[in-house]
């Protein structure tokens, strides 16, 4: 059966997700399968958050979707119609990033890209923020020379952008450290399906804006060794994933997210030092 055709009017649709896998809904496997499967069985909703809510209303904004983002988001709003405080400072960190030359060069490329393909066989699906030309990455270079190692002799680049509470490095439970916060969200995993389902190896460069009282921003490049070492853990583990979608595996609880503890039934007595 051929798959549906996405569009950006069903992209977020729960048929797509299910038809599709995308970068968000790899992240989700690898933190919880059985979290990232009762939600896309509409069993499980996690809960939101207004970091997730602003960083949308700024996407929203850079890809002139912003009145139907509001639209879809009233919880945004104080009871009077007007925006709430955290809205209002992301209206200002916009202000922030739009006054700066290279980033607006940045987003200036074509806005929210959707693309499909496969990966290891499973199918995914992509929504770029700004997709750059080749002579837009040329301008840049000539412009602003720092960026070349980045751009230089590219056929284009993949823009994403991130609004984010800082860009300082997040302590990884897992690591038993402080890792960059471009590994600790997967933005290498996000940069490798993307590089690699929009075909044409292009670089994948974040654009980055911080949401402090005074807003910090940033344009990093994740260099094609990185995407390469990440391309090979989606290649690894999208088949078990989309075997677990598809019903014919059962998915690994992971015991400790919000799902698993919601759902948790006591089976066993433990010693406490298995706790800890």
């Known amino acids: 059966m051929p798959l549906p055709v996405v569009t950006p009017e069903n992209y977020y649709s729960p048929e797509m997700n299910m038809a ?43 890809s002139g979707e912003l009145p139907l983002y509001q639209a879809q988001h009233p919880e945004i709003f104080k009871r009077d119609g007007t925006l709430k405080a955290e809205y209002v400072k992301a209206t200002e960190v916009v202000a922030r990033l739009q006054a700066d030359d290279l980033y607006s060069l940045l987003m200036s490329g074509r806005k929210q890209v959707i693309r499909t393909g496969t990966i290891a066989g499973v199918p995914f699906k992509i929504k770029i923020d700004s997709l750059l030309d080749a002579d837009t990455c040329a301008k840049i270079v000539a412009e602003f020379p720092n960026t070349a190692a980045a751009l230089g002799l590219c056929d284009g680049a993949i823009v994403d952008q991130k609004a984010m509470a800082s860009m300082e490095s997040v302590w990884s ?66 088949p078990r994933y989309q075997a677990i979608k598809e019903g014919k595996i059962q998915p690994t609880r992971c015991e400790h997210c919000a799902y698993c503890r919601a759902t948790k039934r006591l089976t066993s007595i433990l010693n406490y030092k298995e706790f800890f």
């Open 20 to 62: 599709y896998m995308g970068s968000t809904q790899f992240k989700a496997f690898e933190r919880c399968e059985a979290a990232a499967l009762a939600e896309l069985k509409g069993e499980y909703r996690p809960p939101s958050s207004a970091a997730l809510l602003v960083g949308g209303y700024i996407d929203a904004w850079f």
């Open 173 to 238: 439970v897992e690591d038993h450290c402080k890792v960059p916060f471009v590994e600790y969200y997967g933005y290498d995993i996000q940069g490798a399906i993307y590089q690699h389902i929009e075909g044409h190896m292009l670089p994948f460069v974040l654009a980055v804006g911080t949401k402090e009282t005074e807003p910090d921003l940033a344009a990093m490049y994740i260099d094609d060794t990185d995407l390469a070492a990440a391309l090979a853990v989606v290649e690894d583990n999208a």
